[in-house]
């Protein structure tokens, strides 16, 4: 099993590459199916207004600033960093290294935690949702202040998860955002009914609490080394701040285009801004089991492989994983747009949720899915780059992706109208999003392959395109049976479509011939067995 029998420095094989894979899908389904459940739970006590427009706005600046001091910025850089270290057999550096980074971000999410606080309710007026009622910045601000105590947390929590990642230890990193989940859900079942929206913000810390818990037995094997000794400098140090310095703009580039969101749908109807982040939630719970899952296990080895050099087993590891991303991503894709709609009525029509509701969040969720194939391409050509210790290319893309997102966004939300009550401007931010992030992923493409001498190219896109006939053909049949079910309750709908979707897309891939149709079922399946 990788979580146990790798050791320090040594990449993976090929079969425990699928196991480390498989471990992370199944924790990604589950946070996935935590993350539904919490959206059904909040939904039905708070409905999409503007309790919860206010929640999601003062969750912004806390989630940017643990982005921005230890979220992927800092793994991307330190892994390769770490990495190097235990793969030339210098495991005091590494170690030493480990303790330095884990001290220092702490100590600045600290710091940058508590002047926010003091500043929360300015950045809320004049930055954040400028054109909002009074009554509703002051609730922002009053929710920015408890959730900025999760800073901190998720700080060090997140380094131990690249601490744990770069050591081949998956199980527990891969739990931790299950945790955040179920702190959440906590806080709207404990909390709420008491506290009201204030009792999900500290359902929030509970999450970060919980997502730094559960990975400290993990860490065991290791906390002597990493046990804090006051070290701020380390040898590495200064590498992993010059690697993280371009991917901090990247990162910061791609909060900057949730917060134009934010600004522009605080303008828009009451509930947009929660429809639109319920429906990304939705799309990013498919994108987690597709892409995050496969480029979380992947990275540590590419890592590896581009320390030694070893060009051609990072090509041939990266093509793999684009083939099968690509497999699912493409059908997730069309169902989604599809299902949209009952998808959303199933999981959120109850409680305080109506149906206006319920069009608004598909109306953005059909938008937002159209991009989920360049979301998980994103994935994981974004981290080939970091493994390559390349964060030049992955954050001039994320700026000239925030620019031309921003461009689309002011054009189309003045285009975008549907004839349903709900489906309004906030439509266009999805699509604007959508299309900013696949021309994101073309340009990495094209970058990267030009860098390492290809991609195996041929291969890739032709078991992409016959993937993307096998679609289109799902599509057709699942919209097909939808209307063929006609006024059924979308339960009904979505029961039998879904099921019926992913037999007929695998029964036209494997006509079509797509490898993956074959490689991907039994890969699991062999796993399953062999568990």
């Given amino acids: 099993m990788a979580d146990s029998h790798v050791s320090e420095g040594r990449a993976l094989n090929a079969a425990q590459l699928r196991f480390a894979s498989l471990i992370i899908a199944a924790s990604f389904v589950l946070s996935g199916g935590l993350g539904l459940l919490r959206g059904m739970i909040i939904g039905a006590i708070f409905g999409a207004g503007a309790a919860l427009d206010a929640f999601y706005a003062a969750y912004r600046l806390p989630e940017m600033l643990f982005t921005l001091v230890a979220g992927g910025a800092l793994g991307s850089a330190f892994i390769p960093v770490f990495s190097r270290y235990l793969t030339q057999g210098n495991s005091e550096d590494a170690w030493r290294l480990a303790r330095a980074t884990l001290t220092s971000v702490t100590l600045i999410a600290l710091l940058l935690s508590f002047v926010a606080a003091l500043i929360a309710f300015p950045i809320v007026d004049r930055l954040l949702t400028p054109q909002a009622s009074l009554p509703q910045k002051q609730l922002t601000a009053e929710l920015m202040q408890i959730m900025l105590l999760t800073v901190a947390i998720f700080s060090a929590s997140g ?24 702190g959440l859900i906590g806080g709207a079942l404990l909390f709420a009914p008491q506290m ?30 990493l046990r804090p000794d006051g070290t701020l400098i380390a040898n590495g140090l200064g590498e992993i701040v010059r690697l993280m310095l371009p991917r901090l703009i990247g990162m910061a580039a791609v909060q900057l285009n949730f917060v134009v969101n934010i600004i522009l749908a605080s303008a828009m109807s009451e509930g947009s801004l929660a429809a639109l982040s319920l429906a990304f939630t939705l799309m990013f719970v498919v994108l987690g089991v597709v892409g995050q ?44 747009i599809v299902l949209a709609q009952p998808l959303v009525s199933v999981l959120f029509e109850r409680g305080a949720w109506s149906r206006t509701d319920t069009v608004a969040t598909a109306w953005a969720l059909g938008f937002f899915a159209a991009g989920l194939a360049a979301f998980a391409l994103q994935e994981l050509l974004a981290r080939a780059f970091y493994a390559l210790r390349n964060t ?92 063929l079910l006609g006024q059924t309750a979308p ?37 399953f067995k062999r568990g």
């Fill in 159 to 182: 380094l131990i998860m690249a601490i744990l990642n770069a050591n081949q230890r998956f199980l527990a990193p891969a739990l931790a955002p299950s945790m955040n989940n179920v």
């Fill in 196 to 225: 009201g929206v204030h009792g999900l913000a500290w359902g929030a810390v509970l999450g970060a609490v919980l997502h730094l818990v559960i990975q400290l037995p993990a860490l065991r094997p290791f906390a002597a080394r």
């Fill in 293 to 336: 899952s496969a480029g979380t296990a992947i990275f540590p080895t590419l890592s590896l492989y581009g320390a030694r050099g070893d060009l051609e087993s990072f090509r041939r590891t990266l093509s793999g994983a684009l083939r099968g991303v690509l497999f699912i991503a493409l059908p997730a894709t069309g169902g989604l």
């Fill in 392 to 483: 030049v290319a992955p954050v001039a893309v994320a700026v000239g992706g925030l620019i031309l997102n921003v461009a689309l966004s002011l054009l189309l939300i003045q285009v975008v109208r549907g004839t349903e009550a709900g489906q309004g401007a906030h439509g266009g931010l999805a699509l604007a999003n959508a299309l900013a992030t696949t021309v994101e992923s073309v340009v990495l493409w094209l970058w990267l392959r030009r860098k390492i001498g290809g991609l195996d190219d041929q291969t890739v896109l032709s078991a992409a395109g016959r993937a993307l006939l096998a679609t289109l053909g799902m599509s057709a049949g699942v919209w097909t049976a939808s209307q």
């Fill in 491 to 527: 339960l009904i709908v979505v029961a039998v479509c879904v099921p019926f979707g992913v037999l007929f897309y695998e029964v036209l891939a494997l006509l079509l011939g797509v490898p993956e149709a074959r490689s991907v079922p039994l890969s699991i399946l062999g796993r």
